[in-house]
């Protein structure tokens, strides 16, 4: 099982509002990652989580909070949004040491802010 | 620093034709590489890898060879379909720390294939 599973796969939210996107693994990967992706443009790094723990934030805005509630989940909650964080957010998963670089993505939740 | 340096297309060929797609990076020491591929409205996908100098990657019917004297792994194939369509991006990892590895991308390559 190589699956990364994301939901919502679409989501519509107002500025004012507070949502959750959720990531779950069961390959044992013990780094997750939290991408955006703009139209037409490369994934870019936003969070990454090696071993339950935060080890990356890519100055982020505090609008983005990441959670890791155990090896398997990971969570990103939004709130107050503007409508240029309309994007694709990618997770992904790593399987962490030196054992493989090679992230496993899902298929994404497209994010619109209205 | 490290980066990725990758043909931007869009590139519109017939079925049936040869593909290639140019990437060349720039990386301390010897990182594994990767081609992932987007096919629209969905993630990325892990196409191929090679981990070291000369190793080469293939998967349905995609082949890139690591070069290391031309830091170059351009990836091919030779009779491209339809269903091949897709944004194809060459991706070279950073170890980040803590066990992680972070994606640096190329721009990505968008293909259209045409009957």
């Known amino acids: 099982d190589t699956e990364v599973t994301q939901t919502p796969k679409h989501l519509v939210m107002g500025m004012t509002n507070k949502k959750s996107l959720k990531c779950e693994q069961h390959?044992?990967?013990?780094?997750m990652y939290w991408y955006k992706q703009k139209a037409k443009k490369p994934p870019e790094l936003m969070f990454v989580?090696?071993?339950?723990?935060?080890?990356i934030n890519e100055s982020v805005p505090s609008r983005f909070s990441p959670e890791c509630p155990n090896s398997s989940l990971l969570n990103l909650h939004l709130h107050a949004l503007q409508p240029e964080d309309s994007a694709l957010y990618l997770c992904?998963?790593?399987?962490?040491?030196?054992?493989?670089?090679?992230?496993?993505f899902g298929q994404g939740t497209r994010l619109t802010v209205v | 620093g490290n980066s990725v340096t990758q043909m931007e297309g869009p590139v519109t060929l017939s079925e049936e034709a040869f593909l290639t797609i140019n990437c060349t990076y720039t990386?301390?020491?010897?990182?594994?590489l990767f081609w992932y591929v987007q096919y629209p409205g969905e993630g990325l996908q892990l196409l191929l890898k090679?981990?070291?100098?000369?190793d080469k990657g293939s998967n349905k019917g995609f082949e890139a060879t690591y070069r290391k004297e031309t830091t170059s792994f351009h990836l091919e194939k030779g009779s491209v379909q339809v269903s091949d369509s897709a944004v194809y991006f060459c991706?070279?990892?950073?170890?980040?720390?803590?066990?992680?590895?972070?994606?640096?991308f190329g721009k990505g390559t968008k293909l259209s294939v045409i009957p």
């Open positions: 992904a998963s790593s399987q962490g040491g030196q054992n493989g670089p090679e992230a496993f």
């Open positions: 390959m044992g990967h013990r780094a």
């Open positions: 989580y090696s071993y339950e723990k935060l080890s």
């Open positions: 990386a301390t020491g010897y990182p594994s």
């Open positions: 090679a981990t070291k100098a000369d």
């Open positions: 991706a070279l990892p950073i170890y980040s720390g803590a066990g992680s590895y972070q994606l640096t």
